[in-house]
Structure formats: C-alpha cells, structure tokens
C-alpha cells in the first residue's frame, strides 16, 4: 500500500475520517499531487522538504482545530458542521444534529438515543464526537440544546420557563445553570448584554 491509498483508507473509514494527514513524498509530479489531494489528504509535499516547514504545518493544523472548537463552544452563532472538512463528516455531522434537534424536547435524548437512531455504537460516536470538538457526547447535545435556546429567545417573547421545556431541559435552574456553564452568563445576562450592543 502506498501513501495514497493509505489516505484513501484512512479518510472512507468512520472512526478515523476527520484526522488530517499529510503526505511526504519523493514524486513531485503535479498529477500525483493531484491524486493525492483527492485521497482526501490536507497537505502533499514533495521531498526534499524542509523540517521547519512541516513543524510549522502541523502546528497550524493542531492551531486551526483547537480555535475553531473553542469558537463552536463559545460562539453561538457557530454550526457544528464548521468543524469538519470532509463530506463524509460533514455527512454525519448534519444527520447528527439533525436526530438532536428533531427530539430536542426528548428527556431521553441521550448517548443510548443517539447510538440507536444512527446505529453506531457508544464507543465510536464518543472517539468521533471527542475528536472532532473536543466535548463527550452528553456535552455536545447540552451545546446544541443551549443553542436552539439562544434562538428561541432572540426571536420569540418566551418565558425562560417555556425556553427550558421546549429544550429539553426539566426545570428553569438546570437551564439557567447549564447556560451559565456554558457561555459565562445567565440567559437573563445573555439577553441584556445583547441588547446593548
């Protein structure tokens, strides 16, 4: 197996798709860059190379990857989708949050309900969402539940009690709770800060 066609195995499977790889190689030709690139790899460089260069690529791809977790966890304008690069993980990534938000009311929305409705097991769906945002699962659907409540509440004139139901979450403390753990602030805090700028 060459490089390419390990990229290519790496990037068709599930478990291992959103890790991002680069190719070293001594052919310098612009078509095998080409297939290169197409296998799904983020980088083809040709020999001789220098070292400095590739430190500083691969330090930008670990840069790149934790700014762009930190700006999904506290910008709540940011999509989960944002995170990933390959139509295979953006794929997932949409059917994903798509099963949260259609049972966003759902009590039971949890690890178990996701790992049925996607058929996928406990262990894979946590190293995929663990890789890719940095969160465990019950952390990523809080996300997403705290986001739909931002949305609720800048565009329609609930109560924080009706906001908390209609998210899932039990009671107006759990949410006023998991939204201050979350963005730093009280949704009440949220909601002013807000209006003045």
């Keep these: 197996m060459n490089g390419i066609e390990l990229c290519k195995a790496i990037k068709d499977q599930f478990e ?10 001594a052919k310098d030709a612009l078509d095998t860059k080409i297939e290169g690139m197409e296998s799904g790899a983020d980088f083809y460089f040709a020999k001789p190379l220098s070292i400095e260069l590739l430190i500083l690529t691969v330090s930008n791809i670990f840069d790149r990857a934790e700014k ?23 794929e997932f990534f949409q059917r994903l949050v798509g099963i949260i938000e259609d049972n966003i009311q759902d009590l039971n929305l949890d690890v178990d309900f996701l790992c049925r409705h996607l058929y996928i097991s406990r262990t894979k769906l946590y190293q995929k969402i663990k890789g890719i945002t940095d969160q465990s699962v019950a952390e990523f659907i809080r996300t997403i539940r705290l986001k739909r409540a931002i949305q609720i509440m800048t565009h329609e004139d609930v109560s924080m009690s009706e906001v908390a139901d209609r998210i899932g979450l039990q009671s107006n403390s759990n ?11 009280s949704p009440l805090q949220f909601m002013q800060s807000l209006k003045k700028t």
């Design 16 to 25: 291992t798709s959103h890790i991002p790889f680069i190719i070293l190689s």
């Design 68 to 90: 762009l977790k930190k700006r999904y966890t506290n910008d709540y304008l940011s999509e989960a989708t944002e995170l990933v690069h390959s139509e295979k993980d953006k």
């Design 175 to 185: 949410f006023s709770r998991a939204f201050k753990k979350e963005f730093g602030k």
